[in-house]
T-cell receptor, first 108, second 112 residues
Framework: TQLLEQSPQFLSIQEGENLTVYCNSSSVFSSLQWYRQEPGEGPVLLVTVVTGGEVKKLKRLTFQFGDARKDSSLHITAAQPGDTGLYLCAGATDKLIFGTGTRLQVFP | SAVISQKPSRDICQRGTSLTIQCQVD?????MFWYRQQPGQSLTLIAT?????????ESGFVIDKFPISRPNLTFSTLTVSNMSPEDSSIYLCSVDTVGTQYFGPGTRLLVL
């Protein structure tokens, strides 16, 4: 069974702080995706990383794919209340395997 | 991109009854996916629905409990049969378009 463990499970921070979310697996994935889900909505794709060691930036969000394509991280700089939500990583094989999720709350 | 709508958006049902959830996509897609998201948890794939063939179910999910229809390339239904409180979840449909997976807003189901 392929598992994607995310840490931390919950994160509650003040506006302006930095944070990192980790996504780890013992399995190799052809690509890894990060989603954000807000209450009452479905997950929305933020980024796809494909190459081991790849780093992608999306404004204040930095995504990194591990060299062995088994793990990934999401770093948010100067978090804002609008970043609040459930962050999900998902590894692609013949289907999409979702991580355990990280619930982020950013207080003004 | 793909815009996905689901009906109903939420429902409260009595145990032993069945509920059919509809998923409509604004473009033709080959595969549609049905996921379950239990309260506070991540997404678990229930089945993959291809038009013109039977759905493929993941381990732990069976057709008798979650029958799926896929009558055309823009529409699918998932039925949650003989419901119990353990079926209380968010049910999401999803499509894959050019390597990007898009999700519907979900159907929030509470079984009493």
């Amino acid at each position: 069974t392929q598992l994607l463990e995310q840490s931390p499970q919950f994160l509650s921070i003040q506006e302006g702080e930095n944070l990192t979310v980790y996504c780890n697996s013992s399995s190799v994935f052809s690509s890894l995706q990060w989603y954000r889900q807000e209450p009452g909505e479905g997950p929305v794709l933020l980024v796809t990383v494909v190459t081991g060691g790849e780093v992608k930036k999306l404004k204040r969000l930095t995504f990194q794919f591990g060299d062995a394509r088994k793990d990934s991280s999401l770093h948010i700089t100067a978090a804002q209340p609008g970043d609040t939500g459930l962050y999900l990583c998902a590894g692609a094989t013949d289907k999409l395997i979702f991580g355990t999720g990280t619930r982020l709350q950013v207080f003004p | 991109s793909a815009v996905i709508s689901q009906k109903p958006s939420r429902d409260i049902c009595q145990r032993g009854t069945s509920l059919t959830i509809q998923c409509q996509v604004d473009s033709q897609v080959t595969m549609m996916f049905w996921y379950r998201q239990q309260p506070g948890q991540s997404l678990t794939l229930i089945a993959t629905a291809n038009q013109g063939s039977e759905a493929t179910y993941e381990s732990g999910f069976v057709i008798d409990k979650f029958p799926i229809s896929r009558p055309n390339l823009t529409f699918s239904t998932l039925t949650v049969s003989n419901m119990s409180p353990e079926d209380s979840s968010i049910y999401l449909c999803s499509v894959d378009t050019v390597g990007t997976q898009y999700f519907g807003p979900g159907t929030r189901l509470l079984v009493l």
